[in-house]
């Protein structure tokens, strides 16, 4: 008798400490998935590099200079001229966010013109002599491959903080899936960078963290390919601007019309990379400003 009432206290203390611990996880656990990131103190830049039939996008934000993708290798001088225009000391993060040569055939070239402080990719390679020769250039800066995935995040400093979604499953069969999907918070503005991840990687998304995709800007997966911006997905994020990064007469009719047409029906403000060149975001964590390069 005695001892069943030792375990019934027992009981009641476990349910009240797992209480107090849920409790505490639910309010801290909240904070770290919500947008707030402190107060921004300066300006974010986010410039959309004009890199023909590929992606680069550019990111200063307090003392982080950021690369996601570098572009296709044919238009790599065009990547260092843009890049040059913008006084980079370093690179404190270069992203490469899957092994197309359409978003890293200009890697070697930052390494060589850069020093990079940490190189992150997600788990998957590919044969080719351009992946090959990023590796290199990767070691050659005393660098170790950092794997992206979802959950990784990185902390911009006051106001800033990038949140990682996906890759999620360990292996995809397509090698754009494997993209992150991201988002970049400046306080109460935020930013969706896609890669070139697919409506597989959407979905699981969608399915996973359709509270946590709110943003102002996307910029469109897989360069407007139908094979992106499902509906469920662009709807989540509900984005009043919209990037897409494109050469001009590309030969794979990027952005093809379903793209175009979910942009018309959601009344999304969009930029193109093919005819209006480098797209250049500035933000105080309060409002958006846009420019756009002349071509
Ligand atoms: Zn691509």
């Known amino acids: 008798m005695k001892k069943h009432k030792g375990n019934k206290k027992a009981q009641l203390l476990t349910i009240i400490i797992f209480g107090i611990i849920a409790i505490f996880s639910a309010y801290f656990g909240k904070d770290i998935i919500s947008t707030n990131v402190g107060t921004p103190t300066g300006v974010l830049e986010i410039s959309y590099l004009d890199v023909g039939q590929g992606d680069a ?77 990023m590796m290199k250039a990767v070691s050659n ?48 503005k935020a930013f969706i960078f896609t890669g070139d991840a697919e409506k597989v990687v959407e979905e699981e998304v969608v399915k996973k963290y359709a509270n946590e995709l709110k943003a102002d800007v996307i910029k469109f997966g897989h360069h407007g390919s139908s094979t992106s911006s499902t509906k469920e997905f662009i709807e989540a994020i509900s984005p009043k601007y919209g990037i897409i990064s494109c050469g001009v007469d590309n030969s794979y009719g990027h952005p093809h019309k379903e793209t175009l047409k979910i942009i018309d029906e959601m009344g999304i403000e969009a930029y193109r990379t093919d005819k209006q060149g480098q797209i250049t975001i500035t933000s105080d964590g309060n409002n958006i400003e846009i420019k756009t390069q002349a071509i």
Request: aromatic share 10%; no cysteine; proline share 4%.
């Open 141 to 188: 800066e005393g660098l170790n491959a950092n794997v992206i995935k979802e959950g990784t995040s990185f902390e911009l400093g006051e106001g800033a903080r990038i949140d990682v979604y996906s890759p999620i499953q360990e292996s995809y069969d397509d090698l754009n899936d494997y993209s992150p999907i991201m988002k970049l918070t400046y306080g109460n």
């Open 57 to 133: 996008a550019y990111i200063r934000v307090n003392d982080f200079d950021i690369l996601i993708d570098a572009g296709p290798k044919s238009d790599s001088d065009k990547l260092m001229k843009q890049l040059e225009e913008k006084n980079i000391d370093d690179f404190e993060i270069v992203i490469a966010t899957h092994p197309h040569e359409d978003h890293i055939g200009g890697m070697t070239k930052v390494f060589e013109k850069y020093d990079v402080e940490s190189f992150y990719m997600p788990k998957a390679t590919n044969t080719t002599k351009t992946f090959e020769n």
